[in-house]
């Protein structure tokens, strides 16, 4: 299928939007989708939710709400059907990149507890200027019930990754690790420069998988679906750092076991292992 041209999609200063991500680690595209492209995004949500794959899971199952999460790779159609490959390439200015799959959310039911502030790239094995995801909410969120991001941190520490227990939301991850543990960001909000957005249908966020981010929760009678698609582009290279210094899950990402097979700190990927988009 041959891209979108950009022309056909909503007019942006894409140059303008480039230098905020690059900048900022984040940046939030208003009606990046039209209504057909919103359409076949909920569509694909909405069969995701009802066949859940073999990476789904419930967090705090003790909770009345619910808060389920799936990961998979059924969805790259998806992001050339919605332009979205077109709006990577103009936010890089770089039409080659690989698909590294999808994560959808769902909460409701009741009042959710927040998703943990942590970064993504403390859970892969990637490190570069090109390591993004596109968030996207199928429900009308206001800025307080959006996905929040420590601006610039992608450029910064890597932390351990956030275990998410239910009673402590900066438990670490990886036990014996040397990297170091996330710092409580919701109770020192105020020492952080954190931004959100309020968002509607056909809104697309992008941010860098090592910027510091967290999910808000839910409220009574709220409803929300969201999914996040995720991308490598050519300067991303293997990332070599102990995670943990006993090997104890080592990475955390099974679906990518293969591809990070025999590789060494600093190398490329082998991307006849990664979907071309």
Not at 30 to 50: D, I, M, N, W, Y
Not at 220 to 232: A, G, K, P, Y
Request: charge should be negative.
């Amino acid at each position: 299928m041959h891209p979108i041209p950009l022309s056909d999609l909503p007019p942006r200063d894409w140059a303008a939007s480039s230098r905020d991500l690059d900048r900022d680690g984040v940046v939030h595209l208003p009606g990046a989708l039209g209504p057909e492209a919103l359409a076949k995004v909920e569509a694909a949500v909405e069969f995701s939710l009802a066949n859940p794959g073999p990476s789904a899971r419930h967090f705090y199952p003790e909770e009345a709400a619910t808060f389920f999460e799936d990961r998979g790779s059924r969805h790259l159609p998806l992001v050339r059907e919605t332009g979205i490959d077109s709006m990577l390439a103009a936010l890089w200015g770089e039409d080659r990149f690989w698909y590294l799959g999808e994560q959808l959310f769902l909460k409701e039911g009741g009042r959710s507890r927040r998703t943990p502030w942590h970064q993504d790239t403390s859970y892969l094995r990637m490190r570069g200027s090109q390591l993004v995801a596109c968030w996207i909410s199928l429900d009308a969120l206001p800025k307080q019930h959006c996905l929040e991001f420590v601006r610039g941190s992608h450029r910064g520490v890597l932390y351990n990754g956030s275990a998410f227990a239910a009673d402590d939301e900066t438990a670490p991850l990886y036990r014996h690790s040397p990297l170091p543990r996330l710092p409580d960001i919701q109770a020192r909000r105020g020492e952080f420069d954190i931004v959100s957005w309020d968002v509607t249908p056909g809104d697309m966020i992008v941010f860098h998988l090592g910027a510091l981010h967290g999910g808000a929760g839910t409220d009574q009678r709220m409803r929300r679906r969201t999914v996040s698609l995720r991308f490598l582009g050519p300067d991303v290279v293997y990332d070599g750092r102990v995670r943990d210094e006993r090997g104890a899950r080592e990475g955390n990402d099974e679906a990518m076991a293969g591809v990070y097979a025999g590789l060494a700190d600093g190398d490329p990927f082998p991307v006849a292992h990664l979907e071309q988009v």
